[in-house]
Structures are given as structure tokens and as C-alpha cells.
């Protein structure tokens, strides 16, 4: 564990502030390894999961280099809106008191709010591949005025079938001076199609599975396949009034299957996958957030 602070790295005021506020002590080991090249300007390749504070990785530099002028300099893409709307939260409190304009760009909102919203100032844009290059090719955005480009979660990405989009994104982003690639897993696909599009990149690494966080205990069971209902079944009944369960499944239909199986068990539980409409989403999660619903079962559009 190497003892290197936040406060040995000179950072801006503003975003020291913040992460000091929030509690931050020392950068996680992806922060360690790529913030010191990023704020120099270098590209960078990292690898790195979710859990593993990579978003302020890249944020931090970001942040750092764009100013708060109305015009977009920084754009991260993302797979889905989930993650978007997660990491344009985190860079916004990261930003601290700096004024810059975060906007979230994804598809399934309404699209001429979101135009005014681009016409009248934006300073960093964090969004999906599709939505943004709707927004450029009605001239809502101008992809020549950003210099840096960060894709998160690249491997995701590749796997939605946005490589493409992402392709088209960076052939007219011809002012762009840093490029930020992030992803689990570098599967050759990536790495053979963004090989010409950086520049000497830095590659780093980390083993980081999850930053940790003292409050929360972790704990599992082994169980046998045909057993897996009956233990879920046992967690539920063992919970208190006021605890709340999210249930991860990988697939859409083993979310649906689960629903029926505990339902039947009269379990009732919310359910949130990628073909439910954005609204449903929203209303699904806030429900969630309430406590409205107690158990809610997900694939990982929800993490
Ligand atoms: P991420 O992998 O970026 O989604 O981050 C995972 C979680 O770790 C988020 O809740 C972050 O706010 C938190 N986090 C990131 N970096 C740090 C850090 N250096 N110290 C404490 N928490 C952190």
C-alpha cells in the first residue's frame, strides 16, 4: 500500500476541497497509476473495473483541464445511460465550486430539451455514442472543439455494438489532444481499432476489485445450482422491515424467471433491465431509492 495523498499531488483547490470533504484520503490504485500521466496530458489505457474509482481516474484530470468557458472541451462516453448518469453525478461533486456545466447526454430523454440545453453552454458532455452523434449531426454539438475524449467501460461498449459510432466520434473529433480508454478487459477488437487513434499511451493497471467500504459486510454462500431459489428465499424472510435486497442477475430472462419464482413464493419484487423504456427506469430506481420497493432484481443496467 504505498502512502501517497491527495494533498501530495498539488491539486486544484476546488477539487481538493471536495474530495477532502467527501472523506478521500489516498487514491486508489488506478487513480495512482494514471491521474499524475493524465494531468500531463499523456493518452492513457487503463484497466480497470467498476469499484475501482476509475471515474475520478479520468475525472480528475478532466476536470482539471476544462474550463468553465460554455464551450465543450472534455467528452466521456459511456455504454449506458445508468453509467453516464453516474458519472456526470460524480464528476459534478468532484468539480467542487469550479462552475463548470456537466451535461448528460443519452438517448430515450427528450431530445429538444436536451438541444437547449447544448446550445445555451455546456463545458463537459457525458453521454452514449448514438445520442451524441445525433446531437452533432444536427449541429447541436461540435465534436471539432473537444480535445479530450475519454471512453469508459470500453469493452462494454464493444460488446453493445457501438465500435462504429465510436469509430465515427473519433474521425471527426480532429482537435483532439488527449484520449482516455478504460475498460475491464482489452479484448483485440479494441485494441487493433483505437491503436491509431493514440498517442504514445501510458498503459495502466489495477488490481483493485472494489474500493472498500468499512460499513458494508460482505459474506457468501456456496449453494448448488437447484438450490439457489430456496437460499434466496431464505435471505428474504430473514430480512428486517427496513432492509432493502438488489438481487443481480446476467440476463434480462433470468430477472423475468426470478420475478415469477419468487412471486410465486409471494415475494413481490420490482424488476429493471435494458428493455424497460428510460422513464420506466427512472421510476423503478427512484422507487428503489424510497424504499418504496423492498426487493429489487436487476441486470447490471442498474449498477
Ligand atoms: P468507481 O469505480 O469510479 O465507480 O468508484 C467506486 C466507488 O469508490 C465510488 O463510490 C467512488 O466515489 C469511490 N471512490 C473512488 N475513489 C475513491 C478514493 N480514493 N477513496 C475513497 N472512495 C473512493
Not at 118 to 134: A, E, N, Y
Not at 164 to 182: A, E, H, K, V, Y
Amino acid at each position: 500500500m504505498s502512502n501517497i495523498s491527495f494533498i501530495n499531488w498539488d491539486l486544484p483547490e476546488h477539487i481538493l476541497d471536495a474530495i477532502v470533504a467527501k472523506g478521500w484520503e489516498q487514491p486508489t490504485e488506478i487513480q495512482r497509476e494514471a491521474i499524475p500521466s493524465a494531468r500531463l496530458g499523456r493518452d492513457i489505457i487503463g484497466q480497470a473495473r467498476t469499484g475501482s474509482g476509475k471515474t475520478a481516474a479520468f475525472g480528475i484530470p478532466i476536470l482539471e483541464k476544462t474550463q468553465p468557458t460554455g464551450n465543450p472541451q472534455s467528452i466521456v462516453l459511456c455504454p449506458t445511460r445508468e453509467l453516464a448518469t453516474q458519472v456526470c453525478n460524480e464528476l459534478e461533486w468532484i468539480q467542487g465550486d469550479k462552475g463548470l456545466i456537466i451535461l448528460p447526454v443519452y438517448g430515450g430523454t427528450d431530445i429538444e430539451k436536451q438541444a437547449k440545453k447544448l446550445d445555451s453552454g455546456v463545458d463537459v458532455i457525458v453521454g452514449t455514442p448514438g445520442r451524441v452523434i445525433d446531437m452533432t449531426k444536427r449541429k447541436h454539438l461540435n465534436l471539432e472543439g473537444i480535445s479530450v475524449l475519454c471512453l469508459d467501460e470500453a469493452d462494454r461498449m464493444l460488446d453493445m455494438g457501438f465500435w462504429p459510432d465510436i469509430s465515427w466520434i473519433f474521425s471527426n473529433m480532429s482537435n483532439r489532444n488527449q484520449t482516455l480508454l478504460f475498460s475491464a478487459t482489452f479484448p483485440q477488437e479494441i485494441i487493433d481499432s483505437t491503436d491509431e487513434f493514440l498517442n504514445n499511451p501510458v498503459t495502466v493497471m489495477s488490481d483493485d476489485l472494489e474500493v472498500e467500504v468499512p460499513e458494508i459486510e460482505q459474506k457468501w454462500i456456496k449453494i448448488g445450482r437447484a438450490n439457489k431459489l430456496w437460499g434466496l428465499g431464505r435471505i428474504l424472510i430473514n430480512m428486517d422491515n427496513s432492509d432493502q435486497c438488489l438481487i443481480f442477475c446476467n440476463t434480462k430472462r433470468m430477472v423475468e424467471l426470478l420475478e415469477d419464482r419468487l412471486g410465486k413464493h409471494r415475494f413481490s419484487c420490482a424488476t429493471l433491465h435494458g428493455d424497460m423504456s428510460q422513464n420506466k427506469r427512472e421510476k423503478v430506481m427512484s422507487g428503489f431509492r424510497d424504499g418504496e420497493n423492498k426487493t429489487l432484481i436487476a441486470t447490471d443496467v442498474a449498477a
